[in-house]
């Protein structure tokens, strides 16, 4: 069994930052991808970030040139940093990992359990 565990959230104010941080724990041989999604309140779950292993990322147009991800592989860990953030960065952060194997093959798609990053004066 995979397990994800996020940290770092919390209450900021507008243009401050936050690094969000997502290990991957159990028996785990590789991930292909790692990423954040957000979901605000009545709000569809999004994609705010990915990187596969190979160093390809996708950020959504919202975040891009404010959030930085970024993966270490030897710690199936992927981290985070958002800088000048906004009121509408509001939302709980999800981390994901996609194509995990194990020393037994496919095990399927992970999510953590979510962590609030709320942006406020």
């Known amino acids: 069994q995979v397990q994800l565990v996020e940290s770092g959230g919390g209450l900021v104010q507008p243009g401050g930052s936050l690094r969000l941080s997502c290990a991957a724990s159990g028996t785990i041989f590789s991930i292909n991808t790692m990423g954040w999604y957000r979901q605000a309140p009545g709000k569809r779950r999004e994609l705010v970030a990915a990187i596969i292993s190979g160093g390809n990322i996708n950020y959504a147009d919202s975040v891009k040139g404010r959030f930085t991800i970024s993966r270490d592989n030897a710690k199936h860990t992927v981290y985070l940093q958002m800088n000048n953030l906004k009121p509408e960065d509001t939302a709980v952060y999800y981390c994901?990992?996609?194509?995990?194997?194990?020393?037994?093959?496919?095990?399927?798609?992970?999510w953590g359990q979510g962590t609030q990053v709320t942006v406020s004066s």
């Open positions: 994901n990992a996609a194509g995990v194997y194990s020393s037994s093959g496919y095990t399927g798609i992970y």
